[in-house]
């Protein structure tokens, strides 16, 4: 009878030919973005659910939820209040929570209350306007500053302090003028960020590479600069940055995720194999390429010891522009 039963769902397998599930393996992956849809971290849950796809290194879809409120602190709290030990979940994390971190945006809870789990790009800022805006390129937008920084409105993710707000009082800083006298109106990710510069409700942009691809494709949007060292590969090499423009700003934003405090050694282990996997294969090189970041490939201890230090350097800088209290 059994043999039997086995021909008839022979379309879809027999309980007895199941591939027995690996020591920590989760039974339902999931990616929490913490954010609306749009933005960065939503781009860095979807980079990794199509990496993990196309390596073949998990086997089973993960699937891509979403947490916005306070650039992250919400799910921080929900994962080391209230979810410590979920080790289905991995949750990402950007340059920008470790700044809110730093400051002590995510209530009591610091750097050292989760479980770092791996890196797997680096993104970059930049700045953006409608493709009407009469700024035409950096050197246009910092006159305007000097003129009359008030009627220069910025939008970016998170509040005063936050990434997007501090890579716009580095461009204030640069034109002579005091930040705080600046006009930024806080936004909730990347997502609307885009939105709020596409229906210009905001006059420039904060944001980053990650974001802004299918509108700068469309060419509804301008980009005046982009925050790096030096240009970009790939379909981004035609993007100026502002340092050849005479404006040495440089805002690296690094990608990856972390897990709760409790989760088991073997989920932890079996999550970080499977990045380091995907990580080393050419198809996931390609889609970081495709979406305009670069490698970063630390985890576990290594990607812990980044974060630390990353995370104090981030409180310095927070002091210097009195962001601390």
């Known amino acids: 009878m059994v043999v039997l039963a086995c021909a008839v769902i022979a379309l879809t397998g027999c309980n007895n ?74 949750i990402a994390f950007s340059t920008g929570s470790l700044l809110n971190l730093a400051q002590g945006k995510f209530g009591n809870f610091t750097e050292k209350d989760v479980k770092w789990l791996s890196g797997v790009a680096v993104d970059h800022g930049l700045i953006a306007v409608h493709q009407d805006s009469p700024y035409k390129n950096l050197n246009d937008l910092m006159v305007a500053l000097q003129a009359n920084p008030q009627k220069v409105s910025f939008g970016g993710g998170g509040s005063v302090g936050g990434q997007d707000w501090m890579q716009a009082a580095m461009l204030g800083k640069k034109a002579k003028i005091n930040p705080k006298d600046m006009s930024y109106v806080a936004l909730e990710g990347g997502g609307e960020v885009l939105t709020a510069l596409l229906g210009q409700h905001i006059q420039v942009g904060v944001s980053n590479i990650s974001d802004v691809g299918s509108n700068l494709e469309a060419g509804k949007i301008r980009i005046l600069a982009v925050f790096s060292d030096k240009r970009l590969k790939g379909k981004f090499a035609n993007l100026p940055t502002a340092k050849e423009q005479g404006y040495d700003i440089q805002w690296s934003v690094i990608r990856g995720f972390y897990m709760g405090p409790k989760v088991s050694q073997a989920a932890y282990d079996w999550w970080k194999d499977s990045f380091i996997r995907m990580m080393k294969n050419n198809k996931f090189n390609a889609l970081r390429e495709k979406q305009g970041v670069e490698a970063f490939d630390l985890t576990g201890d290594q990607l812990s010891i980044y974060v630390y230090k990353q995370t104090e350097q981030m409180r310095q800088l927070s002091q210097e522009y009195q962001l601390l209290h």
Not at 27 to 41: D, Y
Not at 46 to 64: E, Y
Request: glycine share 12%; charged share 20%.
């Open 17 to 90: 030919s199941k591939q027995p599930k690996q020591a920590g393996q989760p039974n339902r992956p999931e990616c929490i973005a913490p954010a609306k849809p749009g933005g960065g971290m939503d781009m860095t849950c979807k980079l990794i659910q199509a990496g993990f796809k196309d390596t073949a290194v998990i086997a089973d879809p993960i699937r891509v939820t979403y947490m916005p409120g306070g650039v992250g602190a919400v799910a921080y709290n929900k994962i080391v209040g209230s979810d410590p030990a979920n080790n289905d979940a991995i």
